[in-house]
């Protein structure tokens, strides 16, 4: 038995300009004359024929976080179970080296989906709470990154 797509799901890519007899002669589509018909013609995204364009009639007003905000990635416990070894310390490093998580400045987030049997020891940015709980359930160790650059700047100003 052969695998095939079915009936109408694939068509044939419509080629323009090959003459009149192959559907999309002469004006290829574009109608008669203007600027949208000419070689590198039409206008920039947002043009509005002239008339005030909408990104510059609405004011720029306040600051956004947007640019700034920290992205993690998230790696459940059932995957970090198939993968690691008893005793293994789980870092960014780590999972990259398991193929877990990959790409250049990243965060990672450790979340609770699946059990965890393993005793491991954990040296992450963020661990969720249920993730924390089965993780010293196991017997393993939690060194979150990111709450003790927070510790250590509480020390530091004397709080």
Known sequence: MELHAPKGSTKKKII?????????????GKGNNGQN??????????FEGGQMPLYRRIARRG???????????P????????????????????LKEKKLVKGKNIAVKIL???DITKKLNF???QVSSAAKEKIEKAGGTVAVAAQE???KTAEEKGE
């Open 149 to 151: 650059k927070s510790e």
């Open 112 to 114: 609770g989906n699946g």
């Open 63 to 73: 600051f956004s976080n947007y640019p700034f905000k920290k992205e993690y990635l």
């Open 123 to 125: 040296q992450v940015d």
């Open 75 to 94: 790696v459940n416990l059932d995957l970090i179970e198939k993968k690691f070894n008893d005793g293994d310390t789980v870092s960014l490093e780590t």
């Open 16 to 28: 323009v300009g090959r003459g009149n007899s192959a559907r999309k002669g002469r004006t290829s």
């Open 37 to 46: 018909a000419r070689s590198g013609g039409g206008v920039r995204p947002g």
